[in-house]
Every structure is written in C-alpha cells, then in structure tokens.
C-alpha cells in the first residue's frame, strides 16, 4: 500500500484515525501497531513474518546490550551479532542477485538463481533497527522493554516504506507521551494535502514525460536534456512528497518527524546538495559510519578513504547494481574535489553556484535511472552530442513544449518563496480560514480525481 492510493486516502487513513482518537491513550500505540502491521501486509502478506521476525530479534538484543552494560559486562558480542544478522537479513533479499551476478562473472562458479522480489522498506527498517541497537550500546538511549513500543517503532506506517529513517533517540520519548492537538493534526493535514499534490500532479505528470523521451528509438540533444530533467524534478517531487505526507501524517498521530528535505535544487555545491536532499539517509551514514571511521579528524588520505567508504555505501543502500555504485562514487569524488582543490567556493557565487551544482546533479541522476552502466554513458553521451541524432528535433521539441507548464511549476515550488508562504499559514496556529480550507480541499480533490482517472501512479524509492 502507497499514500498516493485511492484505498489509503479514503479509506484505510480515515479508519486508522477513527479508531485511533476513539482509544484511550494507553491503548494507541498498540492501535497504531495493527494499522502499520496491516498495512505492510497489504501488499505482501508473507513479508509480514519478516518485519515481525525483525521486530523480535531487534528487541530481545536491545534488552541483552542495556543488561550486559547494566552488570558492567561487556556488549560488543551482542552488538555485533544484532548488527550481521540485520546486514545479513537485507544483503539476502537485496544483494544475492548482484553478487551472485558479479561472483560468476569473475569466478565461472554459478550460485543457485532466486527470484525472491524485494521486501517493501527492507532498507528503511533495517536502518532503524541498526539505530537501536547502536543508540542503546553507546548509551545514547534506553532500551525499549514495552514490545508494542518497539514494535510500533520499526513498523510505523506513516515512515515505514520510504521514510525519513528514525534514529531511536530521536523518537523515544514520543513513544511514551506525545502532545496531540487540533493545531497539530490540522497541520498534518496541510502537510499531507501538500504532498499528495507534489506526488501525484507533479511527480506523476514528469514520469509521463520521461518515460514517453526515454522509449523515444534515437534520441537528440534536446530530448536527452529534456528526458534528463524530467526525472530530476519528478525523483524530487516523487520522494520529498511522500516525505511530507509521512511528517503529515506524523502530525495527525501527535509525532513529530523530522524534515527529510531543504530546497537541495538551490544548492550552491555538491556539499550543500547533500546537506538539503534525504537527510535522515546522509544523518545515519555521518553518525553510524562516517563518523566511526574517524570522520575528518584524520590525515587527508585516510579522510579521503573515509568518504569514499561512504559514498559507495550510500550508492549501494540505494540499489544492487554497478549504476548505484559508481552513482555514489560519483558524489564521493566531487565532495573530495570540492573540500580540497575548489575549497567549496561556489557557495559564495549565487547563480553561478547553483547552475553549477544543479548541472552535476543532473548528470549523476542519469545513472540512477539508467538500467545500465553502459547505457547510462550512452545517455550522458547523447546529452553532450556524442551519438546524438541531431542537435533537436521534432519529439525534443514537441515533449519540450508540451511540458513548459509542468517545467515551470516544477522549478517555482522547488524553491524556498513559495512553500515559505504555505509553510507560513501550516505553522500557524488558528490560521484556518475559509479560504485556506477551500485551496486545500480543492487541492485535495484534484488530486484524488487524478488518482481515480489515471493508473500512472508510480513510486521510485518504493523498493528501496
């Protein structure tokens, strides 16, 4: 199950709610627990065992660490055997295959062949999971001995499939008390309308337009750059919407999220792209990994080293394939150029440094969507007139016209001005005027129309 559904919004959302506020306050977590565990199951039942299995496991080695820490016994076995069955668990299901691929392709030696479809927010719970464990063994935070709390914690609908990724210290007293309000929940609202908006009638309509390029038989110069940033706005307006249905639907329930996302298209550098795009992704590698290997506190080459690890990390979490490796690597290498020889000094030049971060941006979304290494160099070659066609031609610009609107209101609500002005009444308590209701439900209901009308309803980083 998706947000941007009809089921959810209609139907699975308002119940959830009822039955929620209906509840007494010691009986909601446990609430909100069937509802996360209902809805993971909805599309994939037999995964349900799995995130229990999860759940479980997770639990019993948080209070084994926070006992052996207690006595004054040492933990680190307990820690490292929670961590490897997690890394072991989500390389399973979502590395076998690539290594299986790359081990036969070096080696000759043919591994069994599976087929097994990747866990919905595999990659999104195991990184919550490892967050508890590691916060609980640097006594960042107590253990969770109520199981429904915990459980509540690795399962919570509205962060479970696409996050933003959790970090258990940052939640742990909210699962113990939280503040709900009218003003809360009403801003939840606002902040879901907004993204199911993005999702659906921006994110939606730029995957038309890239898909439609991207089947083209020969592309030119043109239609390349177009296909091209289609997708850089549609994986933007894909992910930070269902980010801000998740923080909105936090609200509804008295949680407070963190925000996953800070305009990162008016970034000035590399470096400030990803300070401002999937946050809680670049927070959890800095404290859990960066950070242990000694961070930049160390010679240049060993740092260099450092964020490389990282880096290639962060493309693997992202997808098995080379193109999510060399996708990371890519970003490691321009982080490292930018702090040793440009000393990030595109930061200080405003157009100029966002003209320049966004062109890199571009091109490094070429091979996240690429189905192959080669072919996402084929892409960038076509895009700088290596085996292009022409430099135009009639589909470039036929999809170009056609999608000068969407172009255009793409870019103005990437940028801070005009999602200022909507946050500025969101965050304001009592601000519900008439006339704000009216644009959000008419919002609301163009969207839903267009989730009824039409079945192009994708979701990028619904496998992740």
Known sequence: MVFSSVFFVCTFLPVTIALYYLAPHRMRNGILLLASLFFYAWGEPVYLF???????FNYVIGIDIARKKAKGKKAGVSLFFGVLVNLLMLGFFKYYGFAAENIEAVTG???????????????FYTFQSLSYLIDVYWGKAQCQKNILSFGLYISMFPQLVAGPIVQYADI???LKDREESMDKFGQGVQYFIWGLAK?????NNLGAVHEA???????????????????????????????????GLGKMFGFELKENFAYPYCARSITQFWRRWHISLGSWFREYVYIPLGGN?????????????????TGLWHGASWNFVVWGLYYGV?????????????ESIPILGTMYAMLLVVVGWVFFFSPTLKGA??????MFGAGAASITDDAGMYYLLTSLVLFWFSWIFSVPAASRISRGYMERPGRLTPLLIAVHMGIFLTAVAYLIHDTYNPFLYFRF
Request: cysteine-free.
């Open 297 to 313: 506190r160390t010679g240049v080459l060993r740092h260099i080293f450092n964020l490389l690890i990282v880096w290639a990390l």
């Open 213 to 247: 390029v991207t089947a083209l038989p020969s592309l030119s110069v043109l239609s390349a750059w177009v296909g091209a940033l289609a997708y850089t706005f549609q994986i933007y307006y894909d992910f930070s919407g269902y980010s801000d249905m998740a923080i």
């Open 377 to 382: 160099f084929g892409y960038l070659g076509t």
């Open 199 to 203: 999702k659906v009638l921006l994110a």
């Open 172 to 174: 742990d007293a909210q």
């Open 334 to 346: 321009l982080l490292i150029v930018e702090k040793y020889l440009l000393k990030r000094k595109t």
């Open 50 to 56: 799995l995130m229990l299995y999860s759940i479980l």
């Open 109 to 123: 030696w043919q591994l069994p062949q599976l087929s097994l479809p990747l866990p919905i927010g595999l990659s």
